[in-house]
């Protein structure tokens, strides 16, 4: 799934799947989520996504935010 700079503002400084999952912006927390670029990011965020492209990164970094690429989270194993 697919997540855009320009909603991050929107969303709190420390920012990960289960974030994303929680706001409505993916199907769910274990989703494998990248962050893909489409306008600036107006504020300081620490972005922890399983990937990102370059201008992403570039637009997080640019207003003084981290990104860290992350495995995806796996669930758990249903008790039999």
Not at 21 to 33: R, T
Not at 63 to 69: P, S, V
Request: aromatic share 4%; no cysteine.
């Amino acid at each position: 799934e697919n997540v855009y700079t320009d909603q991050l503002a929107a969303l709190g400084t420390t920012i990960d799947t289960k974030v994303l999952a929680k706001n409505g912006l993916v199907s769910s927390e274990y989703a494998s989520v990248k962050l893909l670029y489409r306008g600036d990011v107006s504020k300081k965020v620490a972005v922890s996504l399983q990937g990102a492209s370059a201008k992403a990164v570039e637009a997080v970094m640019a207003a003084d935010g981290t990104f860290t690429e992350t495995p995806r989270l796996m669930r758990p194993a249903k008790q039999k």
